[in-house]
């Protein structure tokens, strides 16, 4: 988990409460705002010999130093990470049947894959696709109508794109700070901003012809382009992505094809003299217009200008 340390600091001081705290400390109800997590998981970790939760120094009260450090160790799964859906609610904090509740879900059935699943047959599913739902697709009180964006996400992608240009990273307790909103907001909001945004004609045209140029060069090397892989190099939508390679392909398909180039005629000594030159670079050795003339059956001075014509002939080819 990235934490900035002044934003931590600043969070520790706004949530100490009635509790007389020094910059370098934090109480539960600050660690509670910086991580969204809730003050009851803080306790239980804090009071377990085997985790590595940094130990109090005080009742409620942790170095606000060693709470940062335990903090950015905790990495979430990698996006493609198969999880299923009891141990993504221990990731969340959350009671195994909360998450439960949803497996039938239409979002989770369609993404569901028999591949996926463990040793023991039990349904698991890509870290991506359940964050995704969690925070942005399952039913919830707190959660805007489909298809509406949230009303603050503008605002999101604007902190987002400044704080990219700053070389910083936005992070959940910021937005929780700056717009007043709660961590599970602040995480959808998060996510939504990180996502590419759908792309209006104008940029689909600009575009264009850079998908055209990615299509031609794959098809010079033998490879192909898939949707992913364009929305990656482009950073777009997968959907974007596919439509564009579909009118790419179709303007490619209905283009003429270039002209072949024109085929050089040569005269058969000549034909003969490169034959013998690409022999002798073959085995490192050097072919003198004496061996030419030789063996084409020509004057040397004849020779020397077979062997500077196959030189260039060979130059041309490479």
């Known amino acids: 988990m990235q934490v900035d340390l002044t934003q931590a600091r600043r969070i520790a001081q706004a949530h100490a409460g009635r509790r007389l705290i020094s910059e370098d400390e934090i109480t539960t109800t600050g660690i509670a705002a910086l991580t969204g997590w809730h003050s009851t998981t803080i306790t239980r970790r804090a009071a377990d010999p085997t985790s590595d939760f940094p130990p109090r120094l005080r009742p409620g009260v942790f170095r606000l130093e060693d709470v940062v450090a335990y903090l950015r160790r905790q990495e979430a799964p990698a996006d493609d990470t198969l999880l299923r859906l009891a141990e993504f609610a221990a990731l969340e904090e959350v009671a195994a049947p909360v998450v439960n509740q949803y497996a039938d879900h239409p979002y989770l059935a369609q993404r569901k894959d028999?591949?996926?699943?463990?040793?023991?047959?039990?349904?698991?599913?890509?870290?991506?696709?359940?964050?995704?739902?969690?925070?942005?697709?399952?039913?919830?009180?707190?959660?805007?109508?489909r298809g509406r964006p949230d009303t603050l996400l503008p605002k999101v992608r604007a902190m987002r794109d400044a704080a990219l240009a700053a070389e910083r990273i936005l992070d959940e307790a910021t937005i929780v700070e700056e717009l007043g909103v709660k961590a599970p907001r602040a995480r959808r909001l998060l996510a939504a901003a990180a996502r590419p945004q759908?792309?209006?004609?104008?940029?689909?045209?600009?575009?264009?012809p850079r998908v055209e140029q990615i299509l031609g060069e794959a098809a010079a090397r033998g490879t192909r382009v898939t949707g992913p892989a364009l929305a990656e190099q482009l950073t777009i939508r997968v959907h974007d992505a596919r439509a564009l390679l579909a009118e790419a392909r179709e303007t490619l398909r209905t283009q003429p094809p270039p002209p072949a180039p024109a085929q050089r005629t040569i005269s058969p000594s000549l034909a003969t003299a490169v034959q013998l030159l690409r022999d002798a670079r073959a085995a490192g050795k050097t072919l003198t217009g004496y061996q030419v003339a030789a063996h084409v059956g020509v004057k040397e001075r004849q020779g020397f200008r077979l062997l500077a014509q196959a030189n260039e002939y060979l130059a041309a080819e490479q």
């Open 198 to 208: 759908l792309l209006d004609d104008d940029q689909r045209t600009a575009l264009r």
């Open 114 to 145: 028999s591949a996926n699943a463990d040793s023991k047959g039990r349904p698991r599913w890509r870290y991506r696709d359940l964050i995704t739902f969690w925070y942005e697709v399952r039913p919830g009180k707190g959660r805007q109508p």
